[in-house]
């Protein structure tokens, strides 16, 4: 999928201020088409759904549907399981771009990537009272860059414990390993199915404390793909199933080296000191010589969180890259808007345009997370950061694989700012 592209001066576009349109309830048209064009893929999944306590949600009641994001198709499978009820769908601003008319059309909400709002929340608010939809929300925001759940916003338990409708939690299997993000895209052929559960009344709802409404939602998003792969026997037998891996391992373990590594075929090499991993067909890592450190991915990817933790802690971490910058203000098109440098440390992030037309500061706690994307609609690996006003898209020209070392330090950043707070 590709993205409407324009080249434009980075103050012109600044100075854009899109009007707000109030969330439409979907036609039973546009339900059915959504519905008819997620079929091809649902079957060439095998899909299948689990329903776990579903008969106790009216027909028409409207619900709070929160789903685990893993790839493309999960949209296909809500627009399946939940047909012909009418969903506004909070879905990611890009996702608008060049065609506003049909985003709107299918019940769509647009929200800035890890961002929530008072103008998303009034959005869905009037989903649920006034047009009597129910809300899917993705509430990891980004893809699973390691087939695990992701960070989850602090609001979410006040955002269920607001609108009182009872929650319901989609979860796939297989979706990940069908089309990982890390893989350029690539599709594969594996089976999907879901479990579909409803898991709280609005009476229980009201009974629960916020904290308790998360604790029970970070159950619920507790989830990884590639030990389900393993213990299911799923073979995965493709001869590029390595292929783009690199993007999240990207730091060798026998080395230290970052940004050396290179996924191709089935096989992870550190340019570095030569090390060879080999992708199991069943998901897993092992050396060709020697010790194999990380035989699970997601173990692979959490030791090199905190490789990243250990750098901001002891004052090592910084980026400082050259990057394209892509800005998004509106839905018409994304603004190609020159060079620039993005610098990332202990004090937030800092984008400067070469031209001088941009100088973006974001703090460390602005955000949890950003959005950390590879392949980015065909384009390239990009960060993402931003504000309400406007996103920034940084696509780095040089430095190796770092899009997923910069999301691992924001969340890292954030959360040790968060604890130096809490004990003060």
Not at 64 to 93: G, K
Not at 151 to 179: D, I, N, W
Not at 315 to 343: F, H, Q, W
Request: net charge positive; glycine share 6%.
């Amino acid at each position: 999928m590709k993205i409407k592209l324009q080249k434009a001066s980075a103050k012109e576009v600044l100075t854009q201020k899109p009007k707000h349109q109030k969330p439409k309830r979907p036609n039973i048209l546009f339900r059915t088409l959504l519905k008819l064009v997620s079929l091809p893929d649902l079957w060439a999944t095998k899909f299948k759904a689990e329903w776990v306590g579903m008969e106790k949600l009216g027909k028409k009641e409207p619900c709070f549907i929160l789903m685990n994001h893993s790839s493309f198709i999960d949209l296909e499978i809500a627009s399946s399981l939940f047909y012909p009820r009418p969903m506004s769908i909070v879905t990611t601003f890009d996702a608008f771009i060049g065609k506003d008319w049909l985003m709107r059309q299918l019940g769509c909400l647009e929200t800035k990537k890890f961002t929530v709002g008072a103008g998303l929340i009034r959005d869905m608010s009037y989903a649920f009272k006034t047009l009597k939809n129910s809300v899917l929300m993705f509430p990891e925001a980004g893809y699973t860059l390691d087939g695990t759940s992701t960070v989850l916003p602090e609001s979410l338990g006040k955002c269920v414990k607001l609108f009182g409708v009872p929650l319901v939690t989609v979860t796939t299997y297989g979706a990940f390993a069908r089309q990982p993000l890390y893989n350029n895209l690539r599709k594969r052929k594996v089976p999907v199915k879901a479990k579909v559960e409803y898991v709280l009344s609005s009476e229980e709802i009201k009974n629960k404390s916020v904290d308790e409404l998360n604790q029970i939602i970070q159950e619920k998003f507790s989830f990884d793909n590639f030990r389900y792969q393993k213990e299911t026997g799923l073979i995965i037998d493709d001869k590029y199933r390595a292929e783009g891996l690199n993007r999240v391992l990207y730091k060798c373990p026998h080395c230290l080296a970052e940004g050396q590594t290179k996924g191709e075929g089935i096989t992870l090499t550190c340019n570095a000191c030569g090390k060879v991993y080999e992708m199991t067909e069943l998901g897993e890592m092992k050396a060709r010589d020697g010790e194999t450190e990380f035989s699970h991915i997601p173990d692979w990817f959490k030791w090199e969180r905190e490789c990243v933790r250990k750098e901001i802690e002891q004052g090592r971490y910084a980026l400082n890259v050259p990057v394209d910058i892509c800005l998004m203000v509106d839905t018409k098109t994304i603004y190609s808007v020159g060079e620039g440098t993005l610098e990332h440390d202990s004090d937030g992030f800092r984008l400067k345009s070469a031209d001088g037309e941009i100088d973006y500061k974001q703090g460390p706690t602005a955000v949890y997370s950003i959005n950390a994307d590879f392949y980015w609609y065909q384009i390239a690996d990009t960060i993402n950061i931003g504000d309400f006003d406007a996103q920034y898209y940084c696509f780095p020209k040089t430095g190796g694989d770092i899009v997923a070392k910069t999301r691992l330090a924001t969340e890292e950043l954030f959360k040790l700012k968060k604890e130096k707070k809490n004990n003060q």
